[in-house]
């Protein structure tokens, strides 16, 4: 167990849909990132937040957003979703060190859009 | 310059044999070269991790290798166990904290 959860573990919704999936961090990291996980495209990262801004942008959609609240919980929604947005979404944190460092990723969030 | 290749993509092994995955980088801006294991179902899992300040570090079975001026990192799986099975990840990380990672390595030890 890495310490960080993420809920819910499966989301299945339609074209079109907005969703958001969540994630804690383990306790006393500040950073959040956000993974997007495909057979074609590996783990592909798309956003990081640092102790509530953002602090690094990926290849993450317009269509995509997040954020991280105070209490370091973050959030990322996905709208007008696409068949293609189908993946596993990880959240992974870790603390700030300086450089980059170990990441503790959660167990993911499985998107199905049909 | 953010690429890091990953190979092979799969990799057969019988058990007791050594397995051994290869990743090169792009970016010299990279001083953290991690490896992931990740197992169906469930998020990618810190296996070992190397600075290049240091040329190998073992920890157990597993082994990374460091060439800074090939740009090039191994892991290296003595005694290669059926629990070993799994999809290996390289990565490279600098200082704005982002980890890059590899295609993934699908590993197969047979028993």
């Known amino acids: 167990d890495s310490g960080v959860t993420q809920t819910p573990k499966h989301l299945i919704t339609a074209t079109g849909q907005r969703v958001t999936l969540r994630c804690s961090p383990r306790s006393g990291d500040l950073s959040v990132y956000w993974y997007q996980q495909s057979l074609d495209q590996g783990l592909q990262f798309l956003i990081q937040?640092?102790?509530?801004?953002?602090?690094a942008k990926g290849n993450i959609l317009e269509r995509f957003s997040a954020q991280q609240f105070p209490d370091l919980h973050s959030e990322l929604n996905l709208s007008s979703l696409e068949l293609g947005d189908s993946a596993l979404y990880f959240c992974?944190?870790?603390?700030?060190?300086?450089?980059?460092?170990?990441?503790?990723f959660g167990p993911g969030t499985r998107l199905t859009v049909l | 310059q953010q690429q890091v290749k990953q190979s092979p993509q799969s990799l057969i092994v019988q058990k007791g044999g050594i397995s051994i995955i290869n990743c090169a980088y792009e970016n010299t801006a990279f001083d953290y070269f991690p490896w992931y294991q990740q197992f169906p179902g469930k998020g990618p899992a810190l296996l070992i991790a190397?600075?290049?300040?240091?040329s190998e570090k073992k920890e157990g079975r597993f082994t990374i290798s460091f060439n800074k001026s090939a740009k090039q990192f191994s892991l290296h799986i003595m005694d290669s166990q059926p629990g070993d099975s799994a999809t290996y990840f390289c990565?490279?990380?600098?200082?704005?904290?982002?980890?890059?990672f590899g295609k993934g390595t699908l590993l197969t030890v047979n028993p």
């Open positions: 190397i600075r290049p300040d240091v």
């Open positions: 990565a490279g990380g600098g200082s704005n904290y982002k980890l890059t």
């Open positions: 937040y640092y102790n509530g801004e953002e602090r």
């Open positions: 992974a944190s870790s603390a700030r060190t300086g450089r980059a460092d170990t990441q503790y």
